[in-house]
């Protein structure tokens, strides 16, 4: 099992920048990739970005290409999640998400959710 906690979520203004926090802890060995995932009440949810655990090669929603920053530090099994120029419609909770063994894009593991609110 795959423990996921994250932090770093808030009420900033439009333009800020915020960085999210994702620890993961159990059998991390086990994570092929992580995610970063948001949902709106009224909306699907939405898949921001990803890192696979090996490579570090990373995805981005067209949405926040640009502006957001995925990255990891594997000694501390985080990943990070870089947030600039936000905007009202970044508002959202955040989910950090992470694959179970073997597969890069079936995310078993979740987080409990961190709120990001963009005042504009």
């Known amino acids: 099992q795959v423990q996921l906690v994250e932090s770093g979520g808030g009420l900033v203004q439009a333009g800020d920048s915020l960085r999210l926090s994702c620890a993961a802890s159990?059998?991390?060995?086990?994570?092929?990739?992580m995610g970063w995932f948001r949902r709106t009440p009224g909306k699907e949810r939405e898949l921001v970005s990803t890192?696979?655990?090996?490579?570090?090669?990373?995805t981005y929603a067209d949405s926040v290409k640009g502006r957001f920053t995925i990255s990891r530090d594997n000694a501390k099994n985080t990943v990070y999640l870089q947030m600039d120029s936000l905007k009202s419609e970044d508002t959202a909770v955040y989910y950090c998400?992470?694959?179970?063994?073997?597969?890069?894009?079936?995310?078993?593991?979740w987080g409990q959710g961190t709120q990001v609110t963009v005042s504009s």
């Open positions: 890192i696979t655990s090996n490579s570090g090669r990373t």
């Open positions: 159990g059998r991390t060995s086990s994570i092929f990739a």
């Open positions: 998400a992470a694959t179970g063994p073997g597969s890069l894009s079936a995310y078993v593991y």
